[in-house]
């Protein structure tokens, strides 16, 4: 049933699914692949962003950005990758989850290409000085880096970011459009309530601050 007692059109099970969208077939089964290929290296030297998605076992799923610049993620081998953890505000919520559940997905982005690359795999935390060698940025050499030993490879299509239109510069937000980052959390943390508007508009221009001068602290 559905939330107001009338008739529910929740879909309940892979059958449904199915019946509903039908098998895939052809590239779209064949083209994972259980190894970085050169193809694959070379879209992740050209990325300087990618998204990590981790789960508590029982928990929450969760989706994390990671940037720096072009190719910062290693290739070790055609099994294997090393992302370096960057500070950050110590929630350590993928970090934490890894340590639960190594199951990962990571979708590997780069600026103009609205094609993207996905891998799946196998976490596990490292601080092996030998693996962190060369990955130091601004001076600061991540406290440790997440190796991904990888299941599974494949290139994602374009029509997700073309009807979107990310990279069109016609269709980009003005940032003003929205309050600063640190006016909404207060805002959302009720903490706002018992400031100052000098003081939220002080927070604000602390964080462009901290991105402009402390962005590896």
Not at 111 to 119: A, E, S
């Amino acid at each position: 049933m559905s939330a107001d007692g009338g008739q529910s059109f929740d879909i309940a099970d892979e059958a449904a699914l199915r019946a509903l969208y039908g098998q895939a077939e052809g590239l779209a089964l064949r083209k994972s692949i259980g190894f970085l290929d050169k193809h694959a290296r070379s879209f992740i030297a050209l990325s300087p962003f990618l998204t990590l998605a981790t789960q508590a076992p029982g928990g929450p799923a969760d989706v994390s950005p990671r940037g720096d610049p072009s190719g910062f993620v290693r290739v070790i081998d055609e099994r294997h990758l090393l992302i370096p953890d960057r500070s950050g505000n110590n929630r350590l919520d993928s970090l934490s989850n890894i340590l639960a559940n190594p199951s990962v997905g990571l979708l590997f982005l780069i600026p103009g290409f609205d094609d993207t690359l996905r891998v799946n795999g196998k976490a596990r935390l490292t601080r092996d000085p030998a693996l962190l060698a060369g990955l130091e940025m601004q001076g600061k050499a991540p406290k440790c880096g997440i190796v991904v030993a990888v299941d599974e490879v494949f290139f994602h299509c374009a029509k997700a970011f073309r009807r979107a239109r990310l990279w069109d510069p016609a269709a980009q937000v003005p940032r003003q459009t929205l309050p600063g980052l640190a006016r909404m959390i207060l805002e959302q943390t009720e903490e706002a309530k018992r400031m100052r508007e000098e003081e939220i508009q002080a927070a604000d221009e602390g964080l462009e601050w901290h991105y402009r001068n402390e962005l590896y602290e």
